[in-house]
């Protein structure tokens, strides 16, 4: 199997696995606002356009998502202080606990699946492990330019 095969088979399983947690978990947050709050809280205070190329979705996408999250109180906007003209979007208290309990209701999704599973737990285990250590290597890792993109 190639390298290529292999990133091809992580990815989409991976993509899949959220898929059908986000759609099978019970809670009242829309995943898309889920993903943006996670988003926030990965980044940390972000530009809107931070986050709409963060998300490969639109700045006007984005700023409809952040508008209807500050309207719940899950977000705030602050000046930027790099620029008085731009703002910053971070967690609010409440979107931190709305966030954990999105993730929460995906996960109680997933036990029953992951306790019928007939395989060794430690092989679970180390299957996250590895999973965790590739997100690691994600944040130095050199990023080539999209295809047709060269100069």
Do not use: K
Not at 7 to 20: G, I, P
Not at 34 to 42: G, I, Y
Not at 67 to 74: K, M, N, P, T
Not at 114 to 132: I, N, Q
């Amino acid at each position: 199997m190639s390298t290529d095969d292999l990133a091809d088979d992580l990815l989409r399983s991976a993509a899949r696995l959220s898929r059908w947690a986000s759609r099978h978990a019970a809670h009242d947050l829309p995943w898309a606002q889920a993903r943006v709050l996670s988003l926030v809280e990965e980044l940390g205070p972000a530009r809107i356009t931070t986050l709409a190329a963060a998300d490969d979705t639109s700045q006007p996408t984005m700023t409809t998502q952040v508008q209807r999250l500050e309207a719940e109180g899950f977000v705030t906007r602050s000046s930027d202080p790099a620029d008085a003209r731009a703002s910053l979007v971070e967690l609010t208290p409440s979107g931190t606990a709305a966030l954990a309990a999105a993730r929460r209701a995906r996960a109680r999704t997933l036990e029953p699946v992951l306790t019928g599973l007939d395989a060794d737990p430690a092989r679970v285990r180390a299957a996250v492990d590895l999973l965790v250590e590739l997100v690691e290597a994600t944040r130095t890792a050199a990023v080539p330019e999209p295809a047709g993109t060269a100069s």
